[in-house]
């Protein structure tokens, strides 16, 4: 950005935006909002494409699967949420419990997320039910805030205080 000028504005939230992701092809953007919305856009036209409508609360967090197909969110109402990141219609829906302070991405194989919240917990989760299939207590005492997957390898990394932790999930 030269002499800091703003590219382009994309406008549509009606309140704070808390979350933004690229596409995995960088031919979208998608953001989600305290105004229960996830919104895609074009990251060429900055054409909104779609409204993902669904959470009653505001929407904490959205990613993109490595395909770009699909979206994952979840919210303060309590849900986490599988769209088509093409039709935008809701895939699936289950209770998430998942903390403000969550990070949520896809993990290796596209049926998994994984989520990573304040109490230290990592947990794995269908996507299509959100069952839970492994839990894994962290083994340190600190809220972490930065979570990073590998999604062919699944392998992730966390950060704990001065230093990063590697775990080898697959």
Not at 102 to 119: F, M, N, Q, V, Y
């Amino acid at each position: 950005v030269e002499n800091d000028e703003v590219d382009r504005r994309l406008r549509g939230h009606t309140n704070w935006v808390n979350g933004i992701e690229w596409s995995p092809d960088g031919s979208r953007i998608v953001s989600c909002g305290n105004d229960k919305t996830i919104r895609i856009w074009d990251a060429h036209s900055h054409e909104e494409l779609a409204v993902l409508r669904g959470h009653i609360g505001r929407v904490y967090s959205v990613t993109w699967s490595s395909d770009g197909k699909r979206l994952a969110s979840y919210s303060k109402d309590g849900t986490a949420r599988v769209w088509g990141a093409d039709s935008g219609e809701e895939i699936s829906k289950f209770d998430s419990k998942f903390e403000a302070g969550t990070i949520l991405d896809w993990l290796g194989r596209e049926e998994l997320l994984i989520s990573l919240g304040e109490d230290n917990k990592l947990l794995i989760r269908h996507s299509s039910s959100g069952e839970i299939e492994r839990e894994i207590k962290l083994d340190y005492d600190q809220k972490t805030a930065i979570l990073a997957v590998h999604q062919s390898s699944g392998r992730v990394v966390i950060r704990s205080d001065r230093s990063l932790i590697i775990y080898d999930l697959e």
